[in-house]
T-cell receptor, first 116, second 114 residues
Framework: ELKVEQNPLFLSMQEGKNYTIYCNYS?????LYWYRQDPGKSLESLFV?????AVKQEGRLMASLDTKARLSTLHITAAVHDLSATYFC????????????????FGTGTRLTIIP | GAGVSQSPSNKVTEKGKDVELRCDPI?????LYWYRQSLGQGLEFLIY????????KSGLPSDRFSAERTGGSVSTLTIQRTQQEDSAVYLC????????????FGSGTRLTVV
C-alpha cells in the first residue's frame, strides 16, 4: 500500500524567513503533485513534477523531486502572509487497465501559518 | 462548464437520513474521482470512474456509500442512513485521459450529520 508522509504537519514561520516542507512516499513513482488549500476552499494545483530531478518554481515557492530517495521538497523563500495555507503532496499510481489515468494518494498536509 | 461544479455546497442532515451529493465535471474530462476530507485531515479516496469501465470502489468506507455516473458526465454520491462520522467535506475531481495531467477539484460539499 502506498503511503505518503509530510512533515512538518504544522509550521508557523515569520515573514521573510525560508523553510522547507518534506514529502516522503513508500513505493516507486516517477511523478508527484503539490496542491494548496486555503481554509474552507478546494484544492488548487501548484506543481506537477514529472521526472527525477525535476525542479519547478513559481514566485516564492520551489518544488523538487528525487525519485530515488522517494522524496519531494517544497521550499518557501522569504515567506509572505498570503502563502498561509495547507499544502498537500500527492503521489500517483497508474491504473494499468485504464491507460493514462491514475489514482492520487495524498499526504496528510502541512498547515503553514506566516506570522507578520 | 469552466470548472468542476459540486452541489450543494453545504448540507446539514439528521442522522439516519439519506443524502445525495452531485458533481458536474469539466466538459471532456472522462475521469472522475470522489474524495473525502474530514476536519483537519488529508484526503481519503472514495471512488473513481473512467469512461465505461467498471468503477474502482475500493475506497468506499461501507455499503451505505454508493456512487453512479450517468452518461459519462455527472456523478452522484449517495450516503444512506447517515451517521455522525460521515460528517466531512466531499470533494470531486476530474481529469483528462492524458498522462501527467493531474486533477481539477471542485469546491466540495460540506456535509454535517446532526
Amino acid at each position: 500500500e502506498l503511503k505518503v508522509e509530510q512533515n512538518p504537519l504544522f509550521l508557523s514561520m515569520q515573514e521573510g524567513k525560508n523553510y522547507t516542507i518534506y514529502c516522503n512516499y513508500s513505493t516507486t513513482s516517477d511523478r508527484l503533485y503539490w496542491y494548496r488549500q486555503d481554509p474552507g476552499k478546494s484544492l488548487e494545483s501548484l506543481f506537477v513534477l514529472l521526472s527525477n530531478g525535476a525542479v519547478k518554481q513559481e514566485g516564492r515557492l520551489m518544488a523538487s523531486l528525487d525519485t530515488k530517495a522517494r522524496l519531494s521538497t517544497l521550499h518557501i523563500t522569504a515567506a509572505v502572509h498570503d502563502l498561509s495555507a495547507t499544502y498537500f503532496c500527492a503521489v500517483p499510481r497508474l491504473y494499468i487497465s485504464n491507460f493514462g489515468n491514475e489514482k492520487l494518494t495524498f499526504g496528510t498536509g502541512t498547515r503553514l501559518t506566516i506570522i507578520p | 462548464g469552466a470548472g468542476v461544479s459540486q452541489s450543494p455546497s453545504n448540507k446539514v442532515t439528521e442522522k439516519g437520513k439519506d443524502v445525495e451529493l452531485r458533481c458536474d465535471p469539466i466538459s471532456g474530462h472522462t475521469a472522475l474521482y470522489w474524495y473525502r476530507q474530514s476536519l483537519g485531515q488529508g484526503l481519503e479516496f472514495l471512488i473513481y470512474f473512467q469512461g465505461n469501465s467498471a468503477p474502482d470502489k475500493s475506497g468506499l468506507p461501507s455499503d451505505r456509500f454508493s456512487a453512479e455516473r450517468t452518461g459519462g458526465s455527472v456523478s452522484t454520491l449517495t450516503i444512506q442512513r447517515t451517521q455522525q462520522e460521515d460528517s466531512a467535506v466531499y470533494l470531486c475531481a476530474s481529469s483528462l485521459v492524458v498522462f501527467n495531467y493531474g486533477y481539477t477539484f471542485g469546491s466540495g460539499t460540506r456535509l454535517t450529520v446532526v
